[in-house]
């Protein structure tokens, strides 16, 4: 019985969302156990662990469903490709670019389970794939959404970014 009622709460949420148009996603704000790092007010690392100097203002996570297919890289072992209508991971915030001479900012996420192994990656593709691109002046702040595949062991997500003096190719 319990397992039923389960699977019916499961189907009422995810065919209560859906894709409002090209590009644009319906989410369900959901009660959450994913971490998210780093903390709002914390500058965003690249995977080196240099500053981007791309400041975090505000993030949440939310699920939605996808309105395009993605494929997942070969790198991630888990999971299949993204087709339009399959539940999502959204990340949503808003940035400001503190770098004083790079105006070009790539942005990623990579999802872990409780074991550290890596389950989710961005969906995105901006001239880097797996990755989105925001151009901001110094000073000037920016909102981005991140699509990660939907992995339901999911326990942290980690966001990146990366300044650039030009365009990456």
């Known amino acids: 019985m319990k397992i039923l009622l389960i699977l019916i709460l499961g189907c009422f949420l995810f065919s209560s969302l859906s894709c409002n148009g090209p590009g644009t996603i319906t989410t369900v704000t959901t009660?959450?156990?994913?971490?998210?790092?780093?903390?709002?007010g914390s500058f965003l690392m690249d995977q080196q662990g240099a500053s981007s100097?791309?400041?975090?203002?505000?993030?949440?996570?939310?699920?939605?469903?996808?309105?395009?297919?993605?494929g997942?890289?070969?790198?991630?072992?888990?999971?299949?490709?993204?087709?339009?209508g399959d539940p999502i991971w959204l990340i949503t915030g808003t940035v400001q670019n503190q770098h004083p001479e790079y105006n070009y900012i790539a942005i990623w996420a990579n999802g872990y389970d409780d074991k550290g192994n890596m389950v989710a990656v961005t969906l995105d593709s901006a001239h880097i794939v797996g990755q989105i691109l925001l151009y901001l002046e110094n000073g000037e702040t920016g909102t981005f959404t991140l699509h990660l595949n939907m992995a339901s062991n999911l326990k942290s997500v980690h966001i990146f970014a990366h300044s650039y003096a030009m365009m990456p190719p």
């Open 31 to 40: 009660t959450t156990s994913v971490t998210l790092q780093p903390d709002a």
């Open 53 to 70: 100097e791309v400041l975090l203002k505000n993030v949440l996570i939310d699920k939605g469903i996808s309105c395009q297919n993605y």
């Open 72 to 84: 997942l890289p070969s790198f991630i072992s888990t999971g299949q490709p993204v087709q339009i």
